[in-house]
Structures are given as structure tokens and as C-alpha cells.
């Protein structure tokens, strides 16, 4: 294989989540150069993905005629794979000495890697194992995070994302502040990350924190909140990119599901957990029951 071109997902999540199927190809052909079909609000994930060649955006708002350019530009590499992670069937209008798609999968559990992986799985030993999600930083977000941190004490830092892109899978600030009170004794200090969005929430969970705490929530890219989070003991937070990102870090993580698939879309790993509110509604998830999840996974990854 000389070149591959392989098609990641929109979100920052979705996008973690395809992480290992593309691991996997580069361990299969460690020569080719991989060419990344990736969505402008994800692609930053990939930016220094080192056996990566171009990235191509494909951008919904430009419309056919948008479709059209890109199309145009893809039919002018002859590629020697096609992978497929998506389903509107754009890989069969490229030039490729053969495609790999979603047709036909069967994949060996209900997780999205798992779906993913079964994409890429007759190219592979079917004993390898299941690379793990990444996401790959630069010395200079390393660099950013820990002067970020530098103002807590101590090392043992409870990340949380209190935000999301949807309010039903938003756990309310009160409970946020309500988890630290019970954990307090097992942290130094808090670190607040989200977006921009965010940050009035996040101002009403710093307001009455136990512990010193740094607000980041709008003041990070997606790789500086990696790097934020690679620093960080454990954290916490809703059904959003940040627990992936998390997990991709090797960050214990644990993930607050109201509406959702947690079977299907829960963080990647073994480092990992969530808590399901009762009947989907994050308002009926009681701190305490968050704590206690939060305690076994602490007990299960010191």
C-alpha cells in the first residue's frame, strides 16, 4: 500500500472513537501515507498524527458545488485503499484499488470502536488487539497545560466537564459542587474544562468548590485541553468529547450518561467508566452515586 485514504467522523468524540481503527491500519502498512477525510470541528485531533498526509474537510454548508471541488481533488490521487467510517458513499465515486465500508460489517460487540474496527478487520491478524484511541500533542501543549495548572497545589487534580452540546446531557453545576464536597479528601484541586459556552456554569461550580480550582472553559484549543487533561488525576464529566479526549490521555475517566447509548459510546478503555441516571434524567443522579462510581474506579486505576 502506497496510499490510503481514510474517512474519520464529525465530532470530537465520534473522531477519538475512529482512533484505533486508523492505529491499526498504520501498524498493517507501516509506509503508506494516510490521507484524512475529516470535519473542520475534529480534524485538529489528527494535526500531528505522524504517518498522516493531507487532510480534506468536507464542508456541508458549501453545498453540490463544494462536493463537486472536493470530489474532483480526491480523483486526482490514485489510492491503493479507500476506508470508509462513514455511510453517504462518497468512497465509491473515488479512484481505489479497493474500499473497505460499513457494508457487510459484523462487529464483535456493541461499541463504536468495535464497529470500526470491523471496517478494517480483514486486513488484520484476528488476534491483534484493539490499538488504543489517541490523540497526539506537541511539546508546546504539554508546555501550555502545565502553566495552566501551575497556580494548584498538590498533584492530585479532579478534572470536570461540566458542559455538552445538548442540555438533556447536562448534570446540573449543584451536583458538580456536591461531588467534590464528597470526594474532597482524595484531591489537591479542580480543573474546569469546556468551551467557551460553558463558562457561566462553570463560574457557579468554582463559586462554592471545597478546593483550589483553575477555570480553563473557553481558554483552550482542543489540543490544549488534551494536554490539560493528560495532567489531570481523573475527571469527570457528561456524554461530551472532553471524556474521550480524557481517555485517549489514559486519564481515568468517568462519563455521566442521561440520554444516550452508553453500550455504544462510552469512552474507549479500561481506565474507564460511567454512571446511567435513573430513567435518562441527569437531574435524578445523585452525587452520592456518582461519588461512589468515582471511588471504584480510583480503587480499580490508583
Known amino acids: 500500500m502506497r496510499r490510503i485514504l481514510f474517512f474519520t467522523l464529525s465530532n470530537i468524540g465520534d473522531a477519538v472513537l475512529t482512533t484505533p481503527a486508523l492505529e491499526a491500519l498504520h501498524q498493517c502498512f507501516p509506509e503508506a501515507t494516510i490521507d484524512l477525510m475529516a470535519d473542520p470541528r475534529s480534524s485538529l485531533v489528527f494535526a500531528h498524527c505522524p504517518y498522516r498526509g493531507r487532510i480534506f ?29 462513514r455511510t453517504d458513499g462518497l468512497a465509491y465515486l473515488l479512484r481505489a484499488q479497493k474500499r473497505l465500508t460499513k457494508r457487510g460489517i459484523k462487529p464483535a460487540g456493541p461499541h463504536a470502536v468495535e464497529r470500526h474496527m470491523a471496517v478494517v478487520a480483514s486486513l488484520l491478524s484476528p488476534s491483534a488487539p484493539i490499538p488504543p484511541c489517541r490523540v497526539w500533542l506537541q511539546p508546546q501543549q504539554v508546555q501550555f497545560a502545565k502553566a495552566q495548572l501551575s497556580p494548584l497545589p498538590g498533584h492530585r487534580w479532579l478534572a470536570l466537564g ?13 451536583a458538580f459542587t456536591a461531588l467534590v464536597n464528597a ?20 463560574q457557579a461550580i468554582g463559586a462554592h468548590l471545597p478546593l483550589p480550582y483553575v477555570d480553563l472553559c473557553g481558554s483552550t484549543d482542543l489540543l490544549q485541553a488534551a494536554a490539560v487533561l493528560q495532567q489531570a488525576s481523573t475527571f469527570v464529566g457528561n456524554d461530551s468529547g472532553l471524556g474521550h479526549l480524557a481517555a485517549a490521555m489514559n486519564t481515568p475517566t468517568l462519563t455521566l450518561f442521561g440520554p444516550g447509548q452508553p453500550e455504544r459510546y462510552h469512552p474507549w478503555g479500561n481506565r474507564n467508566a460511567y454512571a446511567l441516571a435513573p430513567d435518562g434524567q441527569l437531574a435524578q443522579l445523585s452525587a452520592i452515586t456518582v461519588a461512589h462510581r468515582l471511588f471504584q474506579l480510583l480503587e480499580k486505576t490508583p
Open 162 to 174: 461540566p458542559g455538552a452540546n445538548w442540555p438533556p446531557k447536562i448534570w446540573p453545576a449543584s
Open 183 to 202: 470526594v474532597k479528601n482524595r484531591f489537591d484541586g479542580v480543573i474546569l474544562v469546556g468551551g467557551l459556552q460553558d463558562r457561566e456554569r462553570s
Open 57 to 85: 474537510h468536507k464542508n456541508k454548508k458549501a453545498g453540490w458545488r463544494g462536493l463537486g471541488s472536493l470530489i474532483y481533488q480526491l480523483r486526482r490521487v490514485p489510492y491503493s485503499l479507500v476506508v470508509d467510517l
